[in-house]
């Protein structure tokens, strides 16, 4: 059944526990405080979001961890502090608009059986076609080195793809700063690839840029 929340502030609403499923959610600029969506028992990822959207929404210390994101929609997002996605798993997912600082990361490193979760995390992008679509975002601020880079669709102007295999021959030290930061996901992520965000809402967007061009200068990013 589809659900449409629209102008509502949620506090402290908390969904734990793997084998749900939520379609058609419509949330219409709602503000989300200290709410929780969680699983901490299956890296087969059976907490699903589905065909579901946000708009003009808001978050505000929300915790996400282990939640696999099919066909969902993100139009503007609004967040106080970095929003952090632990463990997820995204296929068809499109943030568009203004974002606030986001962040998709690995399973929390206090979960028991990590390595269970990124094994199923490997396992799930097999099968995914694409897996965000970043091109129309302004980010504030934006960091996806959990998704694999190549199944991102981007901006190629601000967003970059990066490889392993040619930034690891490349000593830390040569790297400007953002470029840097983005190598050394390397080292924490089981992917090969991944996208670097040059956000355009962020007040040092232009050393970004700079840092951009430091790559495409030596053939480091496509």
């Given at each position: ?34 709410c929780s969506l969680a699983q901490f028992d ?70 028991a059986g990590r390595e269970h979760y990124i ?57 400007p700063l953002y470029a840097g930061i983005w ?40």
């Amino acid at each position: 059944m589809a659900v449409h929340i629209e102008g509502q502030t949620v506090r402290g609403a908390k969904v734990i526990g793997s084998d749900r499923r939520y379609e058609g959610v419509r949330l219409v600029k709602c503000t989300l405080s200290a709410c929780s969506l969680a699983q901490f028992d299956d890296p087969e990822f059976s907490l699903v979001v589905r065909d579901s959207s946000m708009q003009g929404c808001r978050v505000d210390r929300c915790s996400v961890q282990g939640v696999f994101f099919d066909g969902v929609t993100i139009d503007g997002l609004a967040a106080k502090q970095l929003h952090r996605l632990y463990g997820c798993v995204f296929r068809r997912v499109v943030l568009r608009g203004k974002i606030g600082p986001i962040m998709a990361m690995g399973p929390h490193t206090g979960l028991a059986g990590r390595e269970h979760y990124i094994a199923g995390m490997i396992e799930k992008y097999r099968d995914i076609e694409w897996a965000l679509d970043i091109s129309e975002a302004v980010f504030s601020d934006a960091d996806f080195y959990y998704v694999p880079g190549h199944l991102i669709r981007r901006d190629p102007e601000t967003q970059v793809l990066l490889s392993r295999e040619k930034v690891k021959n490349v000593p830390r030290e040569d790297f400007p700063l953002y470029a840097g930061i983005w190598a050394s996901r390397f080292d924490e992520t089981p992917f090969d690839t991944l996208v670097g965000v040059a956000p355009k809402a962020s007040s040092n967007f232009s050393n970004y840029m700079s840092d951009i061009e430091w790559l495409r200068s030596r053939n480091l990013v496509e």
